[in-house]
């Protein structure tokens, strides 16, 4: 069966700091991947996906960047954090393409810059 | 630009009771769509979907309808419980375009 781990659970990081978040997916081959945020009142924001390796998209310009080194391996970086930064990072991973795609989350990253 | 709005932030139901939270989108496009629930510190999962050839799915006591010219769908839980409560997310995609989210409804089923 598919599972998905991503690490750490909960991360203090100060102002300006760099940020690296990892997620990796087993028990599948090629999925989509994606990166969503939770901040508070603005839902899930979805802010990289990728389709393959070294295949990024970026939905949101802000001062994070995500790179795909692996199939089934997705990192979010930073190399200054901001507090606008803080919030509830999820890792999701998908598989398909031709629509009716599910998301599968991992159990998320609560990020506090201060 | 809010493609998909979930207009009530918060609903209080009690237990027994039918719970319906709403969703309302904006892009015609949209083909399918879904329901997630989510807890405190945890990550979404999936509830229910629907395809927009459909006007109504159900698995248990959840029942998801869709209403294509009203571009609104809703989510009735019947009986409602207490482990219901969680905040529930609808999401809409078209294509092979990534899932769009709602800013969620928090569900307070009171025992």
């Known amino acids: 069966s598919q599972t998905i781990h991503q690490w750490p659970a909960t991360l203090v990081q100060p102002v300006g700091s760099p940020l690296s978040l990892e997620c990796t997916v087993e028990?599948?081959?090629?999925?989509?991947l994606y990166w969503y945020r939770q901040a508070a009142g603005r839902g899930l924001q979805l802010l990289f996906y990728?389709?393959?390796?070294?295949?990024i998209s970026s939905e949101v310009p802000q001062n994070l960047s995500a790179s795909r080194p692996q199939d089934r391996q997705f990192i979010l970086s930073s190399k200054k954090l901001l507090l606008s930064d803080s919030g509830f990072y999820l890792c999701?991973?998908?598989?398909?393409?031709?629509?009716?795609?599910?998301?599968?989350f991992g159990s998320g990253t609560q990020l506090s810059v201060l | 630009d809010q493609q998909v709005k979930q207009n009530s932030p918060s609903l209080s139901v009690q237990e027994g009771r039918i719970s319906i939270l709403n969703c309302d989108y904006t892009n015609s496009m949209f083909d399918y769509f879904l329901w997630y629930k989510k807890y405190p510190a945890e990550g979404p999962t999936f509830l229910i979907s629907?395809?927009?050839?459909?006007d109504k799915n159900e698995d248990g006591r959840f029942t998801v309808f869709l209403n294509k010219s009203a571009k609104h769908l809703s989510l009735h839980i019947v009986p409602s419980q207490p482990g219901d409560s969680a905040v529930y997310f609808c999401a809409a995609s078209w294509g092979n375009t990534p899932l769009v989210f709602g800013k969620g409804t928090r569900l307070s089923v009171i025992a």
């Open positions: 028990g599948t081959s090629n999925p989509n």
């Open positions: 990728s389709v393959g390796i070294g295949q």
């Open positions: 629907i395809s927009s050839i459909k």
């Open positions: 999701a991973w998908s598989v398909g393409g031709g629509g009716s795609e599910k998301l599968f």
